[in-house]
T-cell receptor, first 111, second 113 residues
Framework: KNEVEQSPQNLTAQEGEFITINCSYS?????LHWLQQHPGGGIVSLFM???GKKKHGRLIATINIQEKHSSLHITASHPRDSAVYIC?????????????FGEGTQLTVNP | NAGVTQTPKFRILKIGQSMTLQCTQD?????MYWYRQDPGMGLKLIYY???????DKGEVPNGYNVSRSTTEDFPLRLELAAPSQTSVYFC????????????FGQGTRLTVV
């Protein structure tokens, strides 16, 4: 079992829909990251969380430390949101401050 | 700001050839990482460095080597390329331990034929 699990693996939505991507992890962490990867492109950091909730534009990320769970929400989704969204945990007990990654969620938003 | 810069973006290698993937960052970050990304799988750590002169193996180091002679540069060397090394490679950096943001390069798509 991976230390970081994401769901769903694939998600198709219509423009304007509210989207939720989930991430569960099995180890104690110092931080959890949400990343975005566009086709053929690099990886961009969206959020870094150690507690609570963060919001940036139409994106909201939450984390529940006790339940070892985080969610990424996209409100009023748009085709340009189509990308792979990756959850990555920074385990507390690891050298080099390394990240452990989920497999990613492929999001497609249709017009 | 350049951030993390990787070169080349694409490369095709023949089996047995060698090459170096370049990575440089201009943020004075101590921590640098090399990951590979295979279809349907999460990124896997190849090597990492916590400062100039210090490197360590990650999850999948076989077939690769790294060096860190300066804070800015962290090249990844492939010796005797094999088809199993066909992947997308990402370099990343962060400032240090704990709650610090990670910055990624644009990736290098490598095909070994």
């Amino acid at each position: 079992k991976n230390e970081v699990e994401q769901s769903p693996q694939n998600l198709t939505a219509q423009e304007g829909e509210f989207i939720t991507i989930n991430c569960s992890y099995s180890v104690g962490i110092s931080a959890l990251h949400w990343l975005q990867q566009h086709p053929g492109g690099g990886i961009v950091s969206l959020f870094m969380l150690s507690s609570g909730k963060k919001k940036h534009g139409r994106l909201i990320a939450t984390i529940n430390i006790q339940e070892k769970h985080s969610s990424l929400h996209i409100t009023a989704s748009h085709p340009r949101d189509s990308a792979v969204y990756i959850c990555a945990a920074r385990p507390r007990e690891t050298s080099g401050s390394r990240l452990t990654f989920g497999e990613g969620t492929q999001l497609t938003v249709n017009p | 700001n350049a951030g993390v810069t990787q070169t080349p973006k694409f490369r095709i290698l023949k089996i047995g050839q060698s090459m170096t993937l370049q990575c440089t960052q201009d943020m004075n970050h101590n921590y640098m990482y090399w990951y590979r990304q295979d279809p349907g799988m999460g990124l896997k750590l190849i090597y990492y460095s916590v400062g100039a002169g210090i490197t360590d193996k990650g999850e999948v180091p076989n077939g690769y080597n790294v060096s860190r002679s300066t804070t800015e540069d962290f090249p990844l060397r492939l010796e005797l390329a094999a088809p199993s090394q066909t992947s997308v490679y990402f370099c990343a950096s962060s400032s240090g331990q704990g709650v610090t943001e990670a910055f990624f390069g644009q990736g290098t798509r490598l095909t070994v034929v």
